[in-house]
Each structure stands twice: as C-alpha cells, then as structure tokens.
C-alpha cells in the first residue's frame, strides 16, 4: 500500500516538472519572438528614413539644374515648371496696341474693349471702372447690376473683351484691364462717347421760284464711322438714296454722298413746281443721328413780295451753300488723310 503511494506522489512531482519545463520554454520563445519582431521593425524604420533622406537629396539634386530657384520641402509640386515662377520671360504680359486703347463709341450703339494678353496661364483678367474703382468683372463673375457690361473670351485666344452695350454719356471715362499677377498689372483704355447730328443747310425753312432747282445739302458729322446709306424723304416718301433714286424715270430728281469723317449728301431737284414743297428730310442708316428736316416752298410767282424774298434767300444760300461744301470738303479731305498718315505710319 505505501508502495503505491510513494509511485503515485513520484508520478505527479514528475508531471509537474514536465509541464513546468514546457510553461519556460513557451514563455522563452515569446519574449524571444517580441525581441525579434521589435528588432526588425527598428530596421525597418531605420531603412525608412534613410529612404526619405535618399529622396530629398534626389530632389535637391535634380532641383540643383535651375540656378536660383529656392527648393520649398513639403511642398506640393508645382503645376508647371517653376522657373516660370521666378523668370519674367515667362510672365503674362499686355500686347494691346495703342490705337486699340483709344476708343470712341456711338451714343446708344454697342462696343468692345479689346484687351490682349501674351503667356497667361491661370491667372484671372479683371475689368475695373476707374472713375468709381468699381469692379466690373473678374474673369466669367460680374460684379455689376448694370447688365449692359459683359465680359468675353473665346478659348485658346489671346484677347478678352469688355461689352458695353447702350453707350450712354456717363460712360465716357478710363478703364483698365487687370491681370491677377503679384503685384496686379493693369492697362487703362479711354472710352469716348460722341452724339451724332445732322444738319440740313438753309434751315428750317426755305424759298424757290417755280422752274429753278431745288438744291438741299445734308451735313452728318460726329460719327464713330460713317452711315452706310443717307435716305432722303419727302413726306415721308423716300426719294433716293446715295447716288440712287427710287423713280429713275423721274430725271429731275439727283442724290449724291460723299461718306468721310464728315459725310456730305445732296438732293437736286431741277425743273421745280409748286408740288415740289414739302418736308424733307435727310436720314442716315444705321440711324447714328436724328433726321434733319427742312421746308421747301416752291412759289408761282404770285406774290411779288415772297418771290422778292425768295430770290435774296436763294441767292444767299446758294453762295452760303457753296461756301460751306468747300470749307467741309476741305476738313473732310484733311481728316481723311490725317486718319491714312496715322493708321499708315507716315510719321514712324
């Protein structure tokens, strides 16, 4: 019995050691692989920063080709190559020509304000109204309750434009096309608002005798561009148009236009009667100018007073008439060649 015992007792001190022996050495082989695992995640961040530090001196190395150019660590990189950044050959730049910055405009007519620019990439074009510092747009934006200003670009061109439709008198003045470079850069234009009129000499009214000719000159000045055609009217009925009359038949009747700066028209009407009187008028078309009216009274002879009258009158507008076509004619001539000696180059 006590044989027994003593096997059993040696059996469990023998199964305690055993599982003891096996505790150690799990217990060694952890810790053994926690040290092997921290050890190689200190190489693998060892090996890490020793790859940034290779990268940053690739980069620096590779930055090194551009002389001058201060390399920013951390920073995103650029869109396009940064030694347009710091060069100023490859800055934006205004290529406007100078008789495009002068413009003049018609009273109530349309026109655009033509800004070109050279080597612009992502910067945006501005329009500023300099009497006020009123901006009126910035790139597609506008910036103005005044929906007669429009801006306008066409892609891949070098040119943007200021719309200005409904020209008013108030809106005479600098404005400046504006770059969003560091600093800004700006070009002023100057708008000029002019009123057209029209003018028919001898006004407003006149005297012939039956049988002469009826002589009507029509003076259209302060134009931005000279009227396509110059209608004249007689009671509203058109009876030619520059060198044009609507009846051919009728040969008494003669328009001629001389279209300039200041654009000169004519109606001769030879053979006159008495259903020749009436009111005429000069129209020019596009319509830059009210009409100028004008009334023809032809006289029988009836009254010796009124054809007394008459004749003086006539005479002196004849001559009155003839002064101021040559005096007109010779402005127009001079304004015509001084535009074609500027426009030209004459005098570069």
């Known amino acids: 019995m006590l044989i027994q015992l003593f096997n059993s007792i040696n059996y469990l001190c023998l199964l305690y050691s055993t599982l003891s022996m ?3 050495n799990s217990r060694g082989q952890v810790i053994q692989q926690a040290q092997q695992y921290q050890s190689n995640q200190q190489q693998l961040n060892q090996f890490s920063q020793q790859s ?3 990268g940053i001196n690739q980069i620096e190395r590779n930055e090194r080709q551009f002389p001058g150019i201060e390399v920013l660590q951390g920073s995103e ?3 396009r190559p940064i030694v347009h950044w710091t060069n100023p050959l490859y800055k934006p730049y205004f290529d406007t020509l100078p008789e495009d910055r002068n413009v ?3 009273l109530g007519k349309s026109t ?3 800004c070109r620019i050279k080597q612009i990439t992502d910067e945006t074009v501005s329009w500023v109204r300099q009497k006020d510092l009123h901006i009126i747009s910035a790139g597609p934006y506008i910036y103005t309750s005044d929906q007669r200003f429009e801006p306008k670009h066409v892609e891949n061109t070098d040119e943007w434009y200021l719309h200005i439709k409904y020209i008013q008198t108030e809106d005479t003045g600098t404005y400046e096309c504006q770059i969003s470079t560091e600093p800004k850069k700006s070009l002023p234009f100057y708008l000029s608002v002019i009123e057209a009129k029209s003018e028919i000499l001898g006004g407003p009214s006149t005297y012939y005798q039956s049988k002469d000719t009826i002589n009507l000159t029509c003076i259209i000045n302060q134009t931005a561009s000279p009227p396509m055609f110059v209608y004249w009217f007689k009671d509203n009925q058109v009876l030619g148009f520059q060198s044009q009359t609507v009846n051919p038949s009728d040969s008494r009747v003669k328009v001629s236009t001389i279209k300039g700066p200041i654009t000169i028209s004519t109606l001769e009407i030879h053979n006159s009667r008495s259903s020749d009187s009436g009111n005429y008028s000069c129209r020019p078309v596009p319509q830059y100018a009210d009409p100028a009216n004008i009334t023809v009274n032809v006289l029988n002879g009836d009254n010796p007073a009124a054809m007394q009258h008459s004749n003086h009158f006539y005479k ?3 001559q009155f008439n003839q ?3 040559l005096m007109v004619g010779l402005i127009s001539s001079s304004c015509t060649w001084w535009y074609w000696i500027t426009f030209h180059g004459v005098f570069s």
């Open 316 to 318: 002196s507008n004849q």
């Open 22 to 24: 096996i505790m150690v």
């Open 104 to 106: 003049t405009a018609q």
């Open 77 to 79: 990189p650029p869109s």
């Open 112 to 114: 655009f304000l033509k």
């Open 52 to 54: 940034d530090s290779d």
């Open 323 to 325: 002064h101021t076509l």
